[in-house]
């Protein structure tokens, strides 16, 4: 039941996202107006700690099902794929190895700027 209760906020969540989308004068996705609205709801402390926890472990434990009509589609094309294979799997190699380089950049720097910032201990905050 609780984990009805779960997927029940998140659905209702992407509703609302999607009937803002409608309304709103730009063009955003419904689905990422429901993350920005879940996010707020999490920081907000409304949904209290780890109150998607079932959810969170169902979608994760049952993520390669979630893959098998990709990837059956694909295989109906496979024959539009073929002539451009090596070129999505070169796309696919170097923006990875791209993606990694700046991952290692970011952390590096951020790692950077936090060891110059001043740390504070508990007695000089009192």
Same mark, same amino acid.
């Given at each position: 039941? /609780?984990?009805? /209760? !779960?997927?029940?906020? =998140?659905? $209702?969540?992407?509703?609302?996202?999607? @009937?803002? +989308?409608?309304?709103?004068?730009?063009?955003?996705?419904? +689905?990422?107006? &429901?993350?920005?609205?879940?996010? %707020?709801? $999490?920081?907000? &402390?409304?949904?209290? %700690?780890?109150?998607?926890?079932?959810? !969170?472990?169902?979608?994760?434990?049952?993520?390669? =099902?979630?893959?098998?009509? *990709?990837?059956? *589609?694909?295989? #109906?094309?496979? *024959?539009?794929?073929?002539? @451009? $294979? %090596?070129?999505?799997?070169?796309?696919?190699?170097?923006? #990875?190895?791209? #993606?990694?380089?700046?991952? %290692?950049? @970011?952390?590096?720097?951020?790692? /950077?700027?936090?060891?110059? =910032?001043?740390?504070?201990? @508990?007695?000089?905050?009192?």
């Amino acid at each position: 039941m /609780k984990l009805l /209760k !779960e997927l029940a906020i =998140l659905f $209702l969540l992407c509703m609302v996202g999607e @009937v803002l +989308s409608y309304f709103l004068p730009f063009s955003i996705p419904g +689905s990422v107006i &429901g993350l920005f609205l879940l996010l %707020a709801l $999490l920081f907000s &402390g409304k949904l209290g %700690a780890d109150p998607l926890a079932l959810t !969170e472990n169902f979608f994760l434990t049952n993520m390669p =099902l979630f893959f098998i009509p *990709s990837i059956c *589609s694909l295989i #109906t094309i496979i *024959s539009v794929i073929g002539d @451009v $294979l %090596a070129a999505v799997l070169f796309i696919c190699i170097v923006t #990875t190895v791209i #993606t990694f380089f700046v991952t %290692a950049y @970011v952390v590096k720097l951020v790692s /950077k700027l936090q060891n110059n =910032l001043p740390s504070k201990t @508990v007695q000089e905050e009192n």
